[in-house]
């Protein structure tokens, strides 16, 4: 009967060292998938570092972009109040230089016709002898 016993145990020790060796194939797996993980991560870590520096230039450009447009806006707010200066000058030069007929030019023109009409007049009388 003791023969059956330790016959009993060896194979169920058999069958727990199959069982052991089958979870110790697994973790040998698990480790080297966990060696593999690292790596990645590790590459992951330097590539997350890479872009985080390409972010950083990309947001200095946009705020450098965007004080250049805040710049060109009040550059072109200053030209378009100049632009109206100028505009507005050559209107007023434009109005001077002018031929207004109806303020003093037609004034003048009304008294040369009148000057002329009365000239012709007396011509005319002194020609039909009528004094």
């Known amino acids: 009967m003791m023969e059956n016993r330790i016959g009993e145990r060896v194979s169920s020790l058999e069958t727990t060292v199959g069982q052991h060796e089958k979870r110790i194939e697994k973790l040998e797996d698990t480790t080297t998938i966990l060696g593999e993980m690292k ?34 806006q009040s550059e072109m707010k200053t030209m378009n109040s100049r632009i109206q200066k100028v505009e507005q000058t050559q ?18 023109i009304l008294w040369a016709v009148g000057v002329g009409l009365t000239v012709l007049s007396a011509w005319i009388m002194i020609k039909l002898n009528l004094k």
């Open 39 to 72: 790596l990645l991560l590790s590459q992951q870590t330097e590539m997350n570092k890479e872009q985080n520096i390409t972010l950083a230039k990309i947001n200095d450009n946009l705020d450098n972009l965007n004080a250049s447009q805040v710049q060109m």
């Open 91 to 108: 209107e007023e030069e434009k109005e001077k230089n002018s031929l207004d007929l109806s303020g003093s030019l037609k004034k003048a």
